[in-house]
């Protein structure tokens, strides 16, 4: 953990913040995980759904290095969002973490299909954080 604790610190010294785009429908939870994703110093760039994520992603793609999305949202769900964002060249680079509460074998089957890279439970932050540092090529 204090290596982890080291990446988080120089990062947020660094002026090459990675830039997440995080996309939860619940406001009490995206700011919850908004909140620990910016103390382990990264930006976030939020969305209250996969639509409005959509948008921002079409408008800053080259800034955004990860995308972190909730499941069950109402007008674009992350299954949705995930296979736009893999069926698109311009988007399909960027890797995908579902949060959710959803991880049932269907569930993740059905997230496989569409491209998700890694599947997170809410709520286990130690998790979630090295998973996204994983996938950005910041843990040792």
Do not use: C
């Amino acid at each position: 953990f204090k290596d982890d604790a080291k990446i988080a610190q120089k990062m947020s010294e660094s002026n090459d913040k990675k830039i997440l785009l995080f996309a939860e429908d619940s406001a009490f939870f995206r700011h919850q995980v908004k909140t620990f994703m910016e103390e382990d110093g990264f930006t976030v760039l939020e969305a209250e759904d996969g639509l409005i994520a959509w948008e921002i992603l079409k408008e800053r793609v080259a800034d955004i290095d990860l995308v972190v999305t909730d499941l069950e949202m109402p007008n674009m769900d992350g299954f949705q969002l995930t296979h736009k964002i893999k069926n698109d060249p311009k988007y399909s680079h960027l890797d995908v973490i579902a949060l959710t509460s959803l991880a049932s074998e269907a569930h993740i089957e059905k997230g496989k299909m569409v491209g998700i890279d890694e599947y997170e439970i809410k709520l286990d932050r130690e998790r979630l954080m090295k998973v996204i540092r994983k996938y950005l090529n910041l843990s040792k």
